[in-house]
């Protein structure tokens, strides 16, 4: 199947701090990309839809000026966490899918912010 | 009302025996895709299995299957010969617009099913 990278893997940083994780599509262009938030034993929450060149779209109760995305490329989407909070830590995962195939997932980064 | 409903959120099985994680849905369109997913305690989600509304066969890859029953809204996973390596929570998903090929809709998740494989 198709490879979506993520990085970092793992954060932990300071309140306050601003935090970004990039996806990048490693084997095919990716128009659209998707954001996801998991808190443990819970299943994934859409955060926000990253469209290439032009603004993301935000799910209802996302807040788009915490969490800023910017889809510079065809293969790399960025999700910034700006002045993070404790009860902004969590699992964070991304998907792309090649025309017609299945979301691929990256392997998520967890944010700890102490 | 929720799109995706999986209403195990626990199973418990024997190695080598088979196992059926259930997962029903709701939607109106015509075209749309099912998915099952799995999660193990990495976070990875790795895709197993899909299934396209207007497709007549059941998907089957390897020792996974998925009944699609469309009349009944169902499409469970059937997981055959468990392994101690299939312990994980599964994710049951749909796509609408999948058959249209739309890359950019989203997934609807269900809220899981953790799968725990004894010896």
């Known amino acids: 199947g198709a490879v979506v990278s993520q990085h970092p893997s793992w954060v932990i940083c300071k309140s306050g701090t601003s935090v970004k994780i990039e996806c990048r599509s490693l084997?095919?262009?990716?128009?659209?990309m998707f954001w996801y938030r998991q808190f443990p034993k819970q299943s994934l929450m859409l955060m926000a839809t990253?469209?290439?060149?032009?603004?993301?779209?935000?799910e209802q109760g996302v807040e788009k000026d915490k969490f800023l995305i910017n889809h510079a490329s065809l293969t790399l989407s960025t999700l910034t966490v700006t002045s993070a909070h404790p009860e902004d830590s969590s699992f964070y995962i991304c998907?792309?899918?090649?025309?017609?195939?299945?979301?691929?997932f990256g392997p998520g980064t967890r944010l700890t912010v102490l | 009302a929720q799109k995706i409903t999986q209403t195990q959120p626990g199973m418990f099985v024997q190695e080598k025996e088979a196992v059926t994680l259930d997962c029903t849905y709701d939607?109106?369109?015509?075209?749309?895709?099912l998915f099952w997913y799995k999660q193990p305690s990495s976070g990875e989600m790795i895709f197993l299995i899909y299934?396209?509304?207007?497709?007549?066969q059941n998907a089957t890859e390897g020792r996974y299957s998925l009944n699609f029953q469309k009349a009944r809204k169902s499409a469970n996973l059937v997981i055959s010969a468990s392994q101690l390596g299939d312990s994980a929570m599964y994710f049951c998903?749909?796509?609408?617009?999948?058959?249209?090929?739309?890359?950019?809709?989203?997934?609807?998740f269900g809220k899981g099913t953790t799968l725990s494989v004894s010896s």
């Open positions: 998907s792309a899918s090649p025309p017609g195939q299945p979301q691929y």
């Open positions: 084997d095919f262009q990716a128009t659209t």
């Open positions: 990253s469209n290439e060149g032009s603004k993301a779209t935000y």
């Open positions: 939607t109106s369109d015509q075209s749309y895709g």
């Open positions: 299934q396209g509304s207007y497709d007549e």
């Open positions: 998903a749909m796509r609408e617009g999948w058959a249209t090929r739309q890359a950019g809709t989203a997934l609807i």
